[in-house]
């Protein structure tokens, strides 16, 4: 049973536009919530976290949506660069949930792709 | 400043090998934990240690272990490899690896298993 949901494989933008992308969770313990970026044969980079608390975080053209009663939150990356380009992942996770205080349960990921 | 770091890059075994993957973590973090990526899946949790103690296992067989040194290293060990343990092995450190820490992640080793 996935408890992170994303639910889109793909998304295509054109530069300067909004990019977003979408992730449902399923289990209320989660108290974080982080985005990483992906490029091939390269390890995930962070880009922005939220905290359960919170519904709203912003840096720079990156800004993340959370709505806890809706169990969704999204990644909004306006303008779109080219270099956006990769493959973005939603992860979570929940104080002393699956006998760890730091599991991340990640998405499957959303191949974003900017074109000029 | 140095990010965390990882070796092997690359790792080609036969079945009923075994392997030792090897991370750094950033200096003054004191938490890494181990993630393995699948090809089209996203990065599913192994271990997590903190100040050389497991603090959490993922749904992986035993064949699979680890442990961190004083020097807040990790080295992941899997036995008896089987093909399907060919993956992404991906290594995060945080500062004291509670929830609401940001991960931080390395390049990772790719392991072919054959």
């Known amino acids: 049973d996935q408890q992170v949901k994303q639910n889109s494989p793909s998304l295509s933008v054109q530069e300067g536009r909004i990019s977003i992308l979408n992730c449902d969770y399923t289990n209320s313990m989660f108290d974080y919530f982080l985005w990483y970026k992906k490029y091939p044969a390269e390890g995930p980079t962070f880009l922005i976290s939220?905290?359960?608390i919170k519904d709203k975080n912003e840096d720079g053209r990156f800004t993340v949506f959370l709505n806890k009663s809706a169990k969704h939150l999204s990644l909004h990356i306006v303008p779109s660069q080219p270099g956006d380009s990769a493959v973005y992942f939603c992860a979570a996770s929940a104080w002393g949930w699956g006998g760890s205080q730091g599991n991340l349960i990640f998405g499957k990921g959303t191949k974003l792709s900017v074109k000029p | 400043d140095a990010g965390v770091t990882q070796s092997p890059t690359h790792l080609i075994k036969t079945r009923g090998q075994h392997v030792t993957l090897r991370c750094s973590p950033i200096s003054g973090h004191k938490s890494v934990s181990w993630y393995q990526q699948v090809l089209g899946q996203g990065p599913q949790f192994i271990f997590q240690?903190?100040?050389?103690?497991?603090?959490g296992r993922g749904n992986f067989p035993d064949r699979f272990s680890a442990r961190q040194f004083p020097n807040y290293s990790s080295e992941l060990n899997v036995n008896a490899l089987l093909l399907g343990d060919s993956a992404l092995y991906l290594c995060a450190s945080s500062l004291d690896g509670i929830s609401t820490d940001t991960q931080y992640f390395g390049p990772g080793t790719r392991l072919t298993v054959l």
């Open positions: 240690y903190y100040e050389k103690e497991e603090r």
């Open positions: 939220i905290s359960s």
